[in-house]
């Protein structure tokens, strides 16, 4: 069984930055793409970022492009998110997620992904 952890989340001014971590127990974690997924209060999880197994290749929606990168160290079983220039519409809960099959691409769509983690708050003051 796969555990995803996530922390690093908390309350944070307009402009500032934060770093996600994404931890992993239990079966392999680095031959699987993750991705990092948001909830925003009253709307629908959205796709934020992924990475492929190696880390070669990175996807990011538009609304986060430019201000956030997504990293990973699998010697440690972590996948990072630094958010940076962080604006009050990226207040939600932060998802981390491993995809279904191994070695696949770093894919948009939730259900691509089999194990979730519990989330994190994000939150960010105007």
């Known amino acids: 069984q796969v555990q995803l952890v996530e922390s690093g989340g908390g309350l944070v001014q307009a402009g500032g930055s934060l770093r996600l971590s994404c931890a992993a127990s239990?079966?392999?974690?680095?031959?699987?793409?993750v991705g990092w997924f948001r909830q925003p209060p009253g709307n629908v999880r959205e796709f934020v970022a992924a990475?492929?197994?190696?880390?070669?290749?990175?996807s990011y929606a538009d609304s986060v492009k430019g201000r956030f990168a997504i990293s990973r160290d699998n010697a440690k079983n972590t996948v990072y998110l630094q958010m940076n220039s962080l604006k009050p519409e990226d207040t939600a809960v932060y998802y981390c997620?491993?995809?279904?099959?191994?070695?696949?691409?770093?894919?948009?769509?939730?259900?691509?992904?089999?194990?979730w983690g519990q989330g994190t708050q994000v939150t960010v003051s105007s």
């Open positions: 997620a491993r995809e279904r099959g191994a070695y696949g691409l770093p894919y948009r769509e939730s259900n691509a992904y089999v194990y």
């Open positions: 239990g079966r392999t974690f680095s031959t699987y793409a």
């Open positions: 990475i492929s197994w190696n880390g070669d290749t990175t």
